[in-house]
């Protein structure tokens, strides 16, 4: 099974608003983060290029990585049913790897922190350039926020569940083409375990 990071598994917007924060104050660069943070998904280059020349950007980048781990990562929270999800698809005998926009080593320091064990993780990937990740994997299905979530999926040959936790709501996520939408993932483990009967029986290797 394949997850998204942010707002998906990992509740990150107060950690990333406050790098932003840090990074505006560092630059003397005005960047609303509130803003910034309405719209996770997409690299990081490109929200800072809302606020940054171009030029500017790829430097900038380094300095928000270089400082994430020291302020976003302690602030980051568990999305709600996270751990479930995943022990879910552990209790199924199942795999888990972690696609996402995010580089890794911020990635694998995410989880630590919230205390979810996955796989593998590849990062630095938005949209259907996540697919190749998640087929090569072997997942079945792959969770995200964002309509270039369901995109992954499509690219991976992978069915699509959407959850309602990010910037669409469950009816933009449907309309995008989403597989399945569920509210959040406390809904996840329901869905999955009916899945897994309905789809591919009682094997025990499904991912």
């Not at 630059?27 to 030029?55: H, K």
């Not at 709600?80 to 022990?87: M, P, T």
Request: net charge negative.
């Amino acid at each position: 099974m394949g997850f998204d990071l942010d707002l998906t598994l990992a509740d990150t917007r107060r950690g990333i608003a406050a790098t932003y924060d840090w990074l505006s104050e560092r630059l003397g660069v005005f960047i609303d983060s509130a803003v910034a943070v309405s719209r996770l998904g997409p690299p990081l280059e490109t929200e800072l290029a809302n606020w940054l020349p171009p030029e500017e950007v790829p430097a900038a980048a380094d300095l928000f990585r270089g400082k994430y781990a020291e302020i976003a990562v302690p602030a980051t929270t568990p999305m709600e049913g996270a751990a479930e999800a995943v022990d879910a698809v552990r209790r199924a005998g199942g795999g888990v790897i972690v696609v996402t926009g995010k580089h890794p080593d911020l990635a694998r320091r995410t989880l630590r922190h919230i205390g979810i064990d996955v796989d593998a993780v590849a990062g630095m990937v938005f949209g259907a350039a996540k697919g190749s990740a998640i087929a090569e994997f072997g997942a079945q299905a792959y969770v995200g926020d964002h309509i270039a979530d369901i995109e992954a999926a499509r690219a991976a040959g992978v069915v699509s569940v959407a959850v309602a936790t990010g910037p669409y709501t469950a009816d933009e996520l449907r309309d995008h083409g989403a597989d399945v939408v569920l509210p959040d993932l406390a809904a996840f483990a329901a869905w999955y375990d009916e899945w897994r009967v309905r789809e591919i029986g009682t094997v025990s290797t499904v991912t």
